[in-house]
């Protein structure tokens, strides 16, 4: 078993990254070569700006490329909390932008040619318990009336054409929802920022940064410096560098995944018939989807932690296992080909967060939920660092610190036991 991520074993490495350290100026200094940074630094490189990349570790090397591989719309929250708490044409608001994101995958996928896969698929989400179907259909009505007819109700009985387990109780499809290969969506993001200009430096952790006045900053890596006219910190649940404000605002949560050896195209097509995303309703949530070749990527939260390393990835990925069999008790004699994680950069509601402080401006938090927004925020952040700041769906969330925290997540343990609690009682 390869104890890593399966997106960046079978994908090609970026192969044009610059050598060395940033030197000179540049106009916009991107921080962080994920979705949100390559996409932001390919926005800005079309637009004829002078841009540099500054990757701590590879492209794609963290969150973008050790993910679930989904690009679901919607919310990872009830859309009836949302317009409880936001009103109806600001969750609506908020909704469209997740639908906008998996939209905007689509067309850089298309416009550059990235091979990587996109395919349509649809979300199927699984009701665990009876009374979670009920919820479902309430939300799945109120959805189709509002914001989203392209959703949709499976009863039970018709649970069969979806997916081959007897675990669940009905469920419902997101249809606009789709899926991709994140390693090779990530590489052929960053060959797409070099070919239109930019410049990527991988292994350059921001160490030091220094105002020099507005927006302007010298950038400090072990390798070199740099001046820029704006600074974009795409730096997801980064512990390393000057960013310690962001530390005390994003949670780095533990999510790991397993895939399977490649299956026989008989065995798929009986238990997931139509090759939907798939998740269930716990909040140790479970969820799969298949790959190009035939496996089984099965991931979730498995447990409340902060730590993604070899023996962190082993142990949440035996309780994977015995989740996916738990789905499929055929695969008992599966073999398990890889097992990782990744942090999830979470912010205590669960929604991104994106703007500018003193001088310098963000975009990150999507809290599990960021493969097509973070490619949507690179493309809007391109957008507010042109002044268009009214394009920012995020632009007038407040965002305190969270009390007591200061970078190490204490709490995890408490949140877990108290999630398990809720999935025992319903
Ligand atoms: C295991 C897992 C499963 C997930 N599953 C899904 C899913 O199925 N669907 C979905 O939509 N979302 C999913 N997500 C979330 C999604 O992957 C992220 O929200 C998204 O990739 C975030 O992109 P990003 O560019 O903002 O951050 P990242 O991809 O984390 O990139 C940040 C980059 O910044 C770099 N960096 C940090 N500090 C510095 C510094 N000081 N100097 C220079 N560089 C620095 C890091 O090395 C990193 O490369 C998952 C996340 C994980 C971890």
């Known amino acids: 078993m390869k104890m890593m991520s399966y997106w960046l074993d079978t994908a090609k490495p970026f192969a044009s990254a610059a050598s060395g350290g940033p030197q000179g100026t540049a106009d916009v200094a991107v921080i962080g070569a994920g979705f949100t940074g390559l996409c932001a630094a390919l926005a800005l490189a079309k637009k004829g700006a002078k841009v540099v990349v500054l990757e701590a570790d590879r492209v794609a090397g963290a969150a973008s490329g050790r993910n679930g591989g989904m690009c679901n719309n919607g919310f990872a929250q009830d859309y009836g909390g949302m317009v409880e708490r936001f009103g109806i044409e600001r969750a609506n608001m908020f909704y469209r932008a997740f639908d906008a994101g998996v939209d905007k995958v689509e067309s850089i996928v298309a416009e550059e040619g990235i091979d990587c896969h996109f395919g349509r698929i649809g979300k199927l989400k699984l009701a665990a318990k009876p009374e979670h179907f009920d919820k479902i259909k309430r939300s799945q009505e109120l959805l189709a009336r509002n914001v989203d007819p392209e959703t949709q109700l499976v009863m039970p009985a018709d649970l069969p054409s979806e997916i081959g387990s007897d675990r669940f109780y009905g469920g419902m499809i997101y249809g606009k929802s789709a899926n991709m290969h994140m390693g090779m969506y990530g590489q052929g993001l960053a060959e797409a920022v070099v070919r239109h200009g930019g410049i990527v430096h991988e292994h350059n952790p921001l160490i030091g940064m220094r105002r020099v006045s507005g927006t302007s900053h010298e950038l400090t890596t072990p390798h070199g410096s740099i001046i820029a006219n704006q600074v974009l910190l795409a730096t997801g ?15 780095p949560v533990g999510a790991y995944l397993i895939a399977t050896e490649p299956l026989p195209v008989e065995l798929l097509d009986r238990l997931t018939p139509r090759r939907r995303n798939t998740v269930d309703t ?8 298949t790959t190009p070749d035939n496996r089984i990527l099965f991931g979730g ?9 070899p023996a962190a990835d082993a142990k949440s990925g035996a309780i994977l296992r015995q989740s996916m069999l738990n789905f499929f008790p055929e695969l008992v004699d599966t073999r398990i080909d890889y097992c990782w994680g990744g942090m999830v950069d979470m912010t205590s509601d669960r929604l ?26 690179g493309g809007v952040m391109a957008e507010v660092l042109d002044g268009k ?33 809720r999935d025992m009682v319903g």
């Open 352 to 377: 991104p967060r994106a703007g500018e402080r003193d001088g310098v401006f963000y975009s990150m938090g999507y809290s599990g939920h960021g493969t097509h927004m973070a490619t949507y925020m």
């Open 237 to 251: 649940t980064s512990r390393v560098g000057p960013l310690g404000w962001f530390r005390r605002r994003i949670v």
């Open 389 to 421: 700041v009214d394009l920012n769906p995020w632009r007038d969330f407040d965002w305190p610190a969270i009390p007591g925290y200061f970078g190490t997540p204490w709490f995890l343990p408490f949140v877990g036991a108290y999630y398990r609690y």
């Open 301 to 309: 939260r498995a447990r409340f932690s902060s730590r993604s390393d």
């Open 282 to 289: 716990r909040n140790f949530v479970s969820y799969f989807r």
